[in-house]
T-cell receptor, first 111, second 114 residues
Framework: GDSVTQMEGPVTLSEEAFLTINCTYT??????LFWYVQYPGEGLQLLLK?????DKGSNKGFEATYRKETTSFHLEKGSVQVSDSAVYFC??????????FGKGTRLHILP | NAGVTQTPKFQVLKTGQSMTLQCAQD?????MSWYRQDPGMGLRLIHY???????DQGEVPNGYNVSRSTTEDFPLRLLSAAPSQTSVYFC?????????????FGDGTRLSIL
């Protein structure tokens, strides 16, 4: 079945560092891809999405590009802030009406 | 804007007790789903519904029941609570099952089974 694999955390960076969180997927066809963010004590919120190959999703300085050839959707940000500390989830819709999530990557940003 | 509302926020049960976790959305969303979140496991789908009167099983359905009698509500029932069901439960909804639709999540119910 379809699956999502993302890098294990925690990831610890200093403020203003460059961030990459890797995400790769296995799926039949070309699913829509998503990144969600979860702040402490809250539910998940949509961060960005891409619906077809070569699409770039972006929001709040975060970006991710749908790469069909490498089946990847890596999350990047040029300069992280302490407020970006959270858990990040990569996800896709599969062909059976289900959303498949990765296991999440916890990000710590040090001031 | 209420969005997705889950009640209760916290609950402690004894093994063998039953309870219902409530989920309601006010966005007229067709698609609703329940997940459990456990450390190191990410989110795992329990049950989902593509519309009123229609439900289906996800990855980890055993020990849970759902129904969808209205568009707005999607309650999750624990039939006989077990310590393995200690988890944080999230309800989510989206406008439809079309694959470009993002999910809207509630704030979760933290459940402990003693």
């Amino acid at each position: 079945g379809d699956s999502v694999t993302q890098m294990e955390g925690p990831v610890t960076l200093s403020e203003e560092a460059f961030l990459t969180i890797n995400c790769t997927y296995t799926a039949t066809g070309y699913p829509s891809l998503f990144w969600y963010v979860q702040y402490p004590g809250e539910g998940l919120q949509l961060l960005l999405k891409a619906t077809k190959a070569d699409d770039k999703g972006s929001n709040k300085g975060f970006e991710a590009t749908y790469r069909k050839e490498t089946t990847s959707f890596h999350l990047e940000k040029g300069s992280v802030q302490v407020s970006d500390s959270a858990v990040y989830f990569c996800a896709l819709w599969d062909r059976d009406d289900k959303i498949i999530f990765g296991k999440g990557t916890r990000l710590h940003i040090l001031p | 804007n209420a969005g997705v509302t889950q009640t209760p926020k916290f609950q402690v049960l004894k093994t063998g007790q039953s309870m219902t976790l409530q989920c309601a959305q006010d966005m007229n969303h067709e698609y609703m789903s329940w997940y459990r979140q456990d450390p190191g496991m990410g989110l795992r789908l329990i049950h989902y519904s593509v519309g009123a009167g229609i439900t289906d099983q996800g990855e980890v359905p055993n020990g849970y029941n759902v129904s969808r009698s209205t568009t707005e509500d999607f309650p999750l029932r624990l039939l006989s609570a077990a310590p393995s069901q200690t988890s944080v439960y999230f309800c989510a909804s989206s406008y439809s099952r079309m694959s470009n639709q993002p999910q809207h999540f509630g704030d979760g119910t933290r459940l402990s089974i003693l």
